[in-house]
Each structure stands twice: as C-alpha cells, then as structure tokens.
Nanobody, 125 residues
C-alpha cells in the first residue's frame, strides 16, 4: 500500500493550492481517504475525508467553504483544493486510507490504516 501526497508549497494569504494523494496497493473503492494536517507544536487535525465510491465528503468547520475534496477513481487519486488560504492553514498535510462502508467516511484518525509521508503547506501573511 502506498499513498503519495504532492502539491504543497509556499503561497500568500488568500492564495490557492491543490494537493494530490495518489493511492496504490488496495481496492480504491473500498476505502475512504482522509486529509489531516499537523502544525509545529500542535496536535494532528482532521481536515476532510471522502468516500470515493459514492462521493460522500466531510469537512472540518475551519475549512468549510474554502477547501474541496474530490476523487478521480480512474487514477486512484484524491485531491484537496484549498482556496482562500490563511496563515493558520500552514501545516504538513497528510492523506490517509482506511476501509469504510459505503456512504461514509470517518473523521476519526484511528479508522485510517495507511498514511502518506506528508506535504508541507506554508501560507505567508
């Protein structure tokens, strides 16, 4: 199983980035993909999740209306479009995969079995 994040970088406040999570080694349709982030000295925070088989999504209140999660099932890839970025969005962003029933994705990090290496997002003010 492999999850590879990409798309992080440095952006000014108000800017946008799109993160990608390329998955391999498991049946994509049977898993939910979650996005998490961790800033220095802070606890890991759930950002969003998606059930690629049916498009069910979930967002943290802190990113609702600014972030959009989507999947390209033909490419086994999940995206996190981040708009109107703020300095407080600065963190390492991770994607994670966990088995899920249909029409559901979990906000609980303990439900995710596999994790990527993370990609740094830095938002300057």
């Amino acid at each position: 199983v492999q999850l590879v994040e990409s798309g992080g970088g440095l952006v000014q406040s108000g800017g946008s980035l799109r993160l990608s999570c390329a998955a391999s080694g498991f049946t994509f349709a049977d898993y939910a993909i979650g996005w998490y982030r961790q800033a220095p000295g802070m606890e890991r925070e759930g950002v969003s999740c998606i059930s690629p088989s049916d498009g069910i999504t979930l967002y943290a209140d802190s990113v609702k209306g600014r972030f959009t999660v989507s999947s390209d099932n033909a490419k086994n890839t999940v995206y996190l479009q981040m708009n109107n970025l703020k300095p407080e969005d600065t963190a390492v962003y991770y994607c994670a995969a966990g088995p899920t029933p249909h029409y559901y994705c979990s906000a609980d990090a303990s439900d995710y079995d596999y994790w990527g290496q993370g990609t740094q997002v830095t938002v300057s003010s």
